[in-house]
């Protein structure tokens, strides 16, 4: 059964500083895996999508990696601002046991960028 | 650009009620996901379809079933509805064939169980 863990639960930062934010799966057949946000009480908007042949994804401030060996992808987020602050949740995309694909998402980490 | 829609945004029902939640793709997205996001919870992975057909299930319970329609838009239906079904329930669309099956998430539902 696929587990995904972030880490840390919770951070906070003050503004301008660079953060990493971790992502790690037990299960390392997967299709996909990709970076959401959420903000409190709001659905989840797409940050970063990459596909199991892929490394690394970048759009503006956000890049992202995967180490799909070692069941591990990182959001890197530079010169974060207090707009950054919300809820990041990673999701794998991959086959459950029964052979049906499923999206298996993360416990969150919450940022808060501190002005 | 268009994105999910998902309707009603809110809905109250007591216990044993039934409920339907709607989702409209977006345009040309092949695939729709449910999921259940309970307060302080991680989202959790319902059930898909692909070109109508139901593709892959998760934890949905028997109680619940959905569907996808002719014009895309899919439905999920709510039986004997229990207070711990109250959440916020997701649709999120993408397109599997021929593109990057990036997952595009709506607004959501949220249902209150009384």
């Known amino acids: 059964k696929q587990e995904v863990t972030q880490i840390p639960a919770a951070l906070s930062v003050p503004e301008g500083e660079n953060l990493v934010l971790n992502c790690s799966f037990t299960?390392?057949?997967?299709?996909?895996l990709q970076w959401f946000r959420q903000d409190p009480g709001k659905g989840l908007t797409s940050l970063l999508l990459?596909?199991?042949?892929?490394r690394e994804q970048t759009s503006g401030r956000l890049n992202a990696s995967l180490d799909k060996s070692s069941g591990r992808s990182t959001l890197y987020i530079a010169a974060s601002q207090p707009g950054d602050s919300a809820t990041y949740l990673c999701?794998?995309?991959?086959?459950?046991?029964?052979?049906?694909?499923?999206?298996?998402f993360g416990t969150g980490t919450k940022l808060q960028v501190i002005p | 650009a268009a994105g999910v829609i998902q309707s009603p945004r809110h809905l109250i029902k007591e216990k044993r009620e039934t409920a339907t939640l709607k989702c409209y793709p977006i345009?040309?997205?092949?695939?729709v996901y449910w999921y259940q996001q309970g307060p302080g919870q991680d989202p959790q992975f319902l059930i898909s379809?692909?070109?109508?057909?139901?593709?892959d299930k998760g934890s949905i319970p028997d109680r619940f079933s959905a569907q996808q329609f002719s014009d895309y838009h899919s439905e999920l239906n709510m039986s004997s509805l229990e207070l711990g079904d109250s959440a916020l329930y997701f649709c999120?669309?993408?397109?599997?064939?021929?593109?990057?099956?990036?997952?595009?998430f709506g607004p959501g539902t949220r249902l209150t169980v009384l």
């Open positions: 379809f692909y070109e109508k057909m139901q593709s």
């Open positions: 299960d390392s057949a997967i299709y996909n």
């Open positions: 990459i596909q199991s042949s892929q």
């Open positions: 999701a794998v995309k991959g086959l459950d046991s029964g052979g049906y694909q499923k999206v298996t």
């Open positions: 345009p040309r997205h092949d695939t």
């Open positions: 999120a669309s993408s397109e599997t064939s021929g593109g990057a099956d990036e997952q595009f």
